[in-house]
């Protein structure tokens, strides 16, 4: 059995010989009818489309003051 997981993106490899199975709770929110599968050469990828009240939003905001002063080494 062989493992890897990545936090940000979300990337999460198994390696399993024989039978298996993974049950998933996903969020109310998530779309059933969204989710697709795709199986080839022994890989199963799952899309999960995240609902868009679970997406962060990114928002600048304009800072006011001095520039940060630069330390001389």
């Not at 022994?42 to 928002?59: A, F, Q």
Request: hydrophobic share 35%; net charge negative.
């Amino acid at each position: 059995m062989q493992q890897e997981t990545s936090e940000n993106n979300y990337l999460r490899q198994e390696v399993q010989y024989g039978s298996l199975v993974r049950t998933v709770q996903l969020p109310q929110e998530v779309q059933a009818e969204d989710v697709h599968a795709k199986y080839h050469n022994g890989v199963l990828e799952v899309t999960i489309p995240l609902p868009t009240s679970m997406i962060t939003k990114k928002v600048s905001i304009q800072i006011e003051g001095e520039a940060p002063k630069q330390i001389a080494g």
